[in-house]
């Protein structure tokens, strides 16, 4: 979002044409970019996500957004700005993805509404501050002559200082994802986690003392009570349980699932996906777009 202040005057100085409503309707052109790559990719990371894991791909997303606007920064002409711009959304396409952690990560339904409303709060936040920040710190030379001299790279590259603010925010996210962020997929969160070894590693040393961190150092991600499935829920949903967990070798044996005809999958599959209450929400996106 911290483009769009100066993504016109950006265009501007490519010096691609001299009409002002050409400049305008490359700037459109630059600010889609972005948006339409993100489109192209969506489902292709939804169907990423299933293979290798949700945290990957979050991880994956923020690191490309990085690159994208690290090299927007240092875009001298048009194309390398559209190639920028459209990086960032085939590396970016993650959205659905993130929903989908936060109803895998959340499974008590009481705390979803909470917990869905978290998203669109911080998007809309960033909304504000991100083009204050591309406003405020674009072209730091003119507005901030005191503080950037005109032989500084900022001179050369003007709208390279908000990139690099944005970039800062995105390095903070990403390692905060590696130590911190949990997998959600059903059959990758067993899997060992380093990132949150390493954290938990880190906040021990911060906050228990190293005594407690060198202990927690020496416990493997398999026999970590963090790592248990559904560790606050009494009942976890079918197909959660872990097969080695002695908790569930003792259970009944699940009843036979119906199987429905292959036929019927693949022709209704598809349709019935679009309930009366998705068919509202994809109206109302189209109606704020």
């Keep these: 979002m911290s483009i769009f202040p100066y993504v016109y005057y950006m265009v501007g100085s490519f010096n691609v044409t001299t009409d002002d409503r050409k400049i305008a309707f490359y700037a459109g052109i630059v600010t889609s970019a972005f948006t339409l790559a993100e489109f192209s990719t969506g489902m292709l ?53 993130l929903q989908t952690t936060v109803a895998e990560l959340v499974t008590n339904k009481e705390h979803q509404p909470r917990a869905y409303s978290i998203m669109p709060f911080v998007w809309c936040l960033g909304s504000i501050i991100g083009p204050a920040i591309g406003g405020a710190l674009a072209k730091p030379c003119d507005s901030y002559p005191s503080l950037f001299p005109e032989d500084s790279i900022f001179k050369q590259y003007p709208y390279l200082l908000p990139n690099l603010v944005c970039v800062t925010v995105l390095l903070a996210g990403i390692t905060i994802g590696i130590l911190f962020l949990e997998e959600t997929h059903a059959e990758k969160r067993h899997q060992r986690d380093r990132g949150r070894e390493l954290g938990k590693y880190l906040v021990a040393i911060l906050f228990r003392g190293e005594d407690v961190a060198r202990g927690m150092k020496n416990t493997s991600c398999t026999g970590d009570e963090d790592a248990k499935p559904f560790l606050y829920h009494d009942d976890p949903p079918p197909g959660y349980d872990c097969l080695e967990d002695p908790d569930t070798q003792e259970s009944p044996a699940p009843k036979q699932p119906i199987v429905l005809p292959v036929e019927t999958k693949k022709s209704k599959g598809f349709i019935r996906a679009f309930t009366p209450r998705v068919k509202y929400i994809i109206l109302g996106y189209g109606l704020l777009a």
Excluded: E, Q
Aim: glycine content about 16%.
């Design 45 to 97: 990371w939804g169907r990423v996500s299933d293979a290798i894991g949700r945290k990957p791909v979050l991880i994956m997303g923020l690191v490309g957004t990085a690159i994208s606007m690290m090299v927007f920064g240092f875009a001298s002409s048009l194309p390398m700005a559209l190639m920028a711009r459209a990086l960032g959304g085939l590396l970016n396409g993650n959205i659905g993805v």
